[in-house]
Each structure stands twice: as structure tokens, then as C-alpha cells.
């Protein structure tokens, strides 16, 4: 025990030194609250207005009942994204985290090392989903008036709830290494996560209402049983978020008590099954068989010939690195699931089947924002994600070669640009196959995925380089925003412009879009598309060159 609180405060100072160490470190912190604050309050308004009233019936009977639903979902969900993430991350944040190896050589039990990251392993996998969660719950609990103490509880029931499917998933993840490598496993918990977001995406585009009244019933009775259904950490959840949102003390600490014993179950069996697990697992994550390959003779003739495209040898073996990086291939899968579930929505729900043509222009403003960001995460070591100060050491070998700013960016452009137009255009290629699109509107939406795409590819480059600059690297929280913020609005402004051309002639009821709609012709629509990536390409052509120049690795 002594050892677990000596972790406990070891992190803690960490925390404080990186949060309120001094003046500046305070000010920043209670800026970055006071936006996500903001952002929160904006996110449950958004959810109780233009989701939950509508969806929520007026009687008392038929709320409970589909709240009831609602939040078996809510927790089944976050049963199954949080066992998979727990899987697929266990080498990149468990395994591989930068003090791993120093704690190791520690004269400390290998249980008690195990449990500290065990701890901050849990903490990081879920923070980042519960800015989804809160107001989604919040919202839930506002539209039916639920009581002040509900809006407290949404943060610690998330975290206790997600205890359980987490350990589960480091327990299989721990197991799985001793049978499989490292690279399979990545590759399993990349097919399992697709799958889950896939299922519940499709179950839930339905509507909720027309779910089978006697399954409700059925359910709402076995939630009713007081033991059987605090016994299993789902039900038992679901009791929890239930019983406090309708005001039942009773029930409520009753399912709290019981789901906080099997809780502390569930760790104390990973505490003890740690001893030899997770040692095993350490051990295999850091060696790996190398092969070595015979270098062919070349002739001194060839070498120039070899060696004169420096900026394709380059990219080529960036290529080569990122396919080889498993670890964040996760991150990339992930991010790309954004642009597969639109896909998925589309061709098999039949979402704007009256309206292909827009539904294509969405897929394109979805594959501008969110693709190149997902190609461009395993260009990236895996020590980044654990360390965002090593970011600019990346770029030494770039620094040290005799290429100008001008080169580096369009190398790097291009690097990110090629993957991500591929897959881009092989899905709005599927789309357009199955929805019967005609051959010369495939072929002029994808040359404008083209220009447009390389326009986010420049935008997301210039980030990158602008990002270490010395202004950012001390205000890292304000480049992390804007690296979220200005891919958006760079997508809405080159590819909003073609939706709203297309939505001239459907009734719309935001009366902002239905008069942009109304008084937007095509070539203004192509106009204002082109303007954006102009003018984008342009600055992030200039931004890269000049910070390039500037900057010292």
C-alpha cells in the first residue's frame, strides 16, 4: 500500500506542476475550463432541443420507459467502447508509456507498478469520452427535470462504470499477448471496434420509439428486481442513472452499493492476477524479431539515378513507417469511422436516398475534415501520444537536409494527401456505384474532392509546422484548438457552398440555410469553393515556408 500512495503522489505533483505550477500554468488552465465549460453547456442545449423534446413523449409512463431505454444504451455502450479501447490500447498506454521501463527497474513489486499505471491507464482511455457523454446525459436529465444531484453524479458514475469493462478488456489484452504478437492483437481490436460502433450506429438510426412495447415491458421488470438486476454490472447501472434522474434514494444506493463490491472485486482479481501477467506482457512488448534483408549490389552508375528524387524517397518511406506504426494505426481506424459509419448510414439505411447528390457532397465534407486527420496520426511515433513536447525532434532529419521551406511542405502535403484521397474517393466511388450516380458527376466530384482534399492536406501541413513554434509549444492548448477548429471551417466553406446549391430545391426549415439556398447559384457556389481553397493553399503555402525558416530543432 505504501508504494500505490507513493504513486498516488507522484502523479498528483505531476498534475499540479502541469496545471497551476505557477501564474501563467493557472491562467491557462482556467482559460481551457472556461472554454470546455462553455462548450458543454452549448453541447446540452443542443441535445435537449434538437434530440430529447422531440423524442420524449409527454406522459410520465411513457418517459420513464423510454428513458429506461435510452440509458441501457447509453451503458451498454459504454460497456462495449470502453472493453474494446481498454484492448486496443493497452500497448501504446500501458505497455509503452515513457516511465514504464524506469518503474520496472525499481525494487517494487510488480503488482504494485502494475496497479499505478493500472489506474492512469483507466483515467486516460475514458476522459476524453466523457465531454460526450456529460451533456448527453445532462441532457437526458433535463428533459425530464431531473434533480440537481443527477448533473453531480453523471462524472463519477461514468468513471466507476467504466472500471469494470475496462479491467476486463486489460485482463483479455494481458492474456492475448501471451499466445499472439503485439501486431495481430492490434489488428483483432481494430475489426472488434469497427464492428461495435457499426451495430450500434445502425441500431440506434432507427427510431427509438418503435421498439416493440413488450420488450420495454419485459425490461423495465427485470430492472424492477431488486437483487437479480444489482448483481449485474449493466442492469445494475442502469438502476443507478435511472433511480437518481427520478428521485428514488432507495433503489438507488442500493444498486450503487452492490456495483461498487463487484467493482472492487473485479480489481482486486486483476491486482493479483497482475503478479505474473503483466511482467509476461512487458516483456514481449519490448523485442521484437527483426528480419535482416540482403542489400542487392547496385552499380555506381545507378546511384544518381537512385538518389535523385529526394522528396519521393522521402514520402516513400514515411509510407513504409506509418504502416509499420500499429499503434496508432488505432487512432487513424478510429478517426476514419466518421467517414465509414456516414457511408455505411447512407448506402445501407437509406439516409437521403431522395437526395443522392447531397448526400454525396456530405460524404466529400466529411472525408475534408476528418480523413487527413486520420491519415496523417501514424505518421507519428508512438512516444508523441505520450509526450506532445518531442514533436518538433520529428523533423531534425528534414531540418539538417538541404531543402527549403517550400519543399518540406509540399513533401509533407503530399504525403498525407495521397492515402487520404484514395480512401476518400474509393468510398464517394462505392457510394455513387450503388446509388446509380451517373459517370460525369462521379468524375467532377472527384477531381473537387481532389482539389478540395489537397486544400485540408496543405491546411493540416501548415498546422503541423506552425505548431512549433515557439508561441504554441508554450501555449499548446490554444494549437490543439485550433488544429480541431480550422479544418471545420476550412470543410464548410469550400464544400458548404455546393450543399447549399443542392438545397435549393428541398424545403429546409432553418431559415438561414433555406435563404443562403435561395439566393446561391451555381457559379457563385463553385466560386466561393474555389475562393476558399485559393486562398487556403495560399496562406498555408506561405505560413509553412516562413515558420520552417524560422524555427530551431
Not at 14 to 19: C, E, P, Q
Not at 255 to 283: H, M, N, P, Q
Not at 525 to 539: E, N
Amino acid at each position: 500500500m505504501d508504494y500505490l500512495m507513493w504513486f498516488l503522489k507522484l502523479r498528483l505533483l505531476s498534475v499540479r506542476n502541469s496545471l497551476w505550477i505557477d501564474k501563467n500554468r493557472i491562467m491557462r488552465t482556467v482559460k481551457i475550463g472556461i472554454i470546455i465549460i462553455c462548450a458543454q453547456i452549448l453541447l446540452v442545449y443542443l441535445f435537449k432541443n434538437y434530440i430529447f423534446d422531440g423524442l420524449l413523449p409527454s406522459g410520465e409512463t411513457g418517459t420513464k420507459a423510454l428513458l429506461l431505454i435510452l440509458f441501457t444504451g447509453v451503458v451498454i455502450w459504454i460497456y462495449f467502447i470502453s472493453f474494446v479501447d481498454s484492448i486496443s490500447n493497452i500497448i501504446r498506454n500501458l505497455y509503452r508509456s515513457p516511465d514504464l521501463n524506469y518503474l520496472m527497474s525499481l525494487p517494487v513489486p510488480v503488482n504494485n507498478v502494475f496497479m499505478s499505471k493500472y489506474a492512469e491507464y483507466i483515467f486516460n482511455s475514458i476522459k476524453v469520452k466523457i465531454f460526450i457523454i456529460f451533456p448527453f446525459l445532462a441532457a437526458m436529465g433535463w428533459s425530464v427535470s431531473a434533480p440537481w444531484f443527477f448533473y453531480l453524479l453523471i462524472i463519477p458514475f461514468y468513471f466507476l462504470i467504466s472500471i469494470i469493462p475496462c479491467t476486463i478488456g486489460i485482463i483479455i489484452g494481458m492474456l492475448s499477448l501471451r499466445v499472439i504478437s503485439t501486431k495481430i492483437l492490434t489488428k483483432i481490436t481494430m475489426f472488434l471496434s469497427f464492428a461495435i460502433n457499426i451495430v450500434f450506429v445502425v441500431i440506434l438510426s432507427d427510431k427509438v420509439k418503435e421498439i416493440s412495447p413488450l420488450y420495454i415491458k419485459n425490461l423495465m421488470e427485470f430492472i424492477e428486481k431488486p437483487f437479480i438486476s444489482d448483481i449485474v454490472p449493466v442492469t445494475a447501472g442502469v438502476r443507478i442513472l435511472f433511480f437518481s434522474a427520478f428521485q428514488e434514494p432507495g433503489g438507488f444506493f442500493a444498486s450503487l452499493s452492490s456495483f461498487a463490491v463487484i467493482t472492487f472485486l473485479f480489481i482486486i482479481f486483476i491486482f493479483f492476477l497482475s503478479r505474473k501477467l503483466f511482467y509476461e506482457g512487458w516483456s514481449k512488448s519490448q523485442h521484437s524479431e527483426s528480419k535482416v534483408y540482403k542489400m542487392e549490389s547496385s552499380k555506381s552508375g545507378n546511384l544518381e539515378k537512385t538518389y535523385s528524387n529526394s522528396a519521393w524517397s522521402w514520402i516513400k518511406g514515411e509510407w513504409k513507417m506509418a504502416l509499420r506504426n500499429h499503434e496508432m494505426l488505432m487512432g487513424a481506424f478510429l478517426l476514419l469511422l466518421f467517414f465509414g459509419i456516414t457511408l455505411i448510414l447512407f448506402i445501407f439505411k437509406g439516409y437521403l436516398s431522395a437526395n443522392p447528390l447531397l448526400a454525396l457532397y456530405i460524404l466529400i465534407g466529411i472525408a475534408v475534415i476528418f480523413n487527413i486527420m486520420a491519415v496523417s496520426i501514424p505518421f507519428n511515433p508512438i512516444e508523441i501520444a505520450a509526450d506532445k513536447s518531442l514533436t518538433k525532434k520529428r523533423f531534425w532529419l528534414l531540418k539538417v537536409m538541404p531543402l527549403n521551406g517550400l519543399k518540406i511542405f509540399h513533401m509533407q502535403c503530399t504525403m498525407i494527401f495521397i492515402p487520404g484521397y484514395l480512401i476518400s474517393l474509393l468510398g464517394i466511388t462505392i457510394f455513387s456505384a450503388v446509388k446509380s450516380i451517373p459517370l460525369p458527376v462521379i468524375l467532377i466530384s472527384g477531381l473537387a474532392l481532389l482539389v478540395i482534399l489537397y486544400g485540408s492536406a496543405a491546411l493540416y501541413t501548415a498546422l503541423e509546422i506552425m505548431l512549433m513554434e515557439k508561441f504554441f509549444e508554450d501555449t499548446r492548448f490554444v494549437g490543439d484548438f485550433l488544429s480541431i477548429v480550422l479544418p471545420v471551417v476550412y470543410g464548410v466553406l469550400s464544400v458548404g457552398p455546393m450543399i447549399l446549391f443542392i438545397l435549393k430545391d428541398i424545403p429546409v426549415d432553418i431559415w438561414m440555410v433555406s435563404r443562403l439556398s435561395n439566393v446561391l447559384s451555381l457559379p457563385y457556389a463553385i466560386a466561393a469553393s474555389a475562393v476558399t481553397v485559393i486562398i487556403t493553399f495560399l496562406l498555408s503555402r506561405r505560413i509553412s515556408a516562413a515558420v520552417w525558416d524560422k524555427i530551431e530543432i
